[in-house]
């Protein structure tokens, strides 16, 4: 006698409707997958991103400030002096001037000046020695340009420093009552002769974009980095 075979064992297909709902979560499984993983590249480059423009602050701030703080420096001070060795010229308009600069809607420009000895390893604002037998006047020029780098100048080469830079502001404390210290921070369309010669320190605004400005609730910029710097090589 032949044994039947219950129903309940029977090999069968997969409906269209199970077709359908398996289908469906697959989807919904992959689109969930997908958005993860494009989350997370996001992220990934916003932290690069970041990581990158604390670099380039880091880098920015310690060129601005080995140049405001060799500002007037010259390395025989026991044969010559400041007004021989730092003339003026140009833009500097006293004997012995170590900074200078403009006032713009665009950005400030900060001009800085000293000499640079053959082996005190005194370097320009692009990371450069003076590599000659004698020494070498350097005149450092940082300004920002339109592309949103703050670059820095030396005898018209121009090495960018750092990029999505949204404005550049420069005040020079002046002591305005002999008291041996800045009293007074002055823009540079309001600084006189006399004020140039009497600079002991530099406040530097920085703004940079925010590289994550596309995200929600990012703003465009952020907040404002500013950097007060002392002048060591008074007239």
Request: hydrophobic share 45%; aromatic share 6%; with cysteine.
């Amino acid at each position: 006698m032949n044994a039947c075979r219950p129903e309940s064992v029977i090999a069968r297909g997969f409906s269209l409707v199970e077709l359908m709902v398996a289908l469906a979560i697959t989807m919904a499984l992959s689109t969930g997958m997908l958005s993860m993983l494009m989350s997370t590249r996001i992220n990934n480059s916003a932290q690069s991103q970041l990581e990158q423009l604390q670099e380039d602050q880091r880098l920015l701030l310690t060129r601005l400030t080995d140049a405001v703080q060799n500002a007037g420096y010259f390395p025989n001070p026991q044969t010559s002096t400041l007004a021989v060795e730092l003339p003026a010229k140009g833009s500097f308009s006293v004997a012995g001037q170590g900074l200078v600069g403009t006032s713009a809607s665009s950005g400030d420009t900060l001009v800085v000046r000293y000499e640079a000895g053959t082996t005190d390893g005194v370097m320009d604002c692009s990371g450069k020695t003076n590599t000659g037998t004698s020494p070498l006047v350097m005149v450092n020029t940082f300004s920002l340009d339109s592309s949103g780098f703050l670059d820095c100048t030396v005898n018209g080469v121009t090495t960018p420093l750092a990029g999505g830079v949204k404005s550049f502001t420069v005040l020079y404390g002046v002591d305005t009552s002999a008291s041996g210290a800045s009293t007074q921070y002055i823009a540079a369309s309001a600084m006189t002769a006399a004020n140039w010669a009497n600079i002991y320190s530099v406040r530097v605004t920085l703004t940079f974009l925010n590289p994550l400005a596309g995200q929600a609730g990012q703003p465009a910029a952020l907040p404002a980095l500013t950097q007060v710097i002392p002048v060591l090589n008074l007239l």
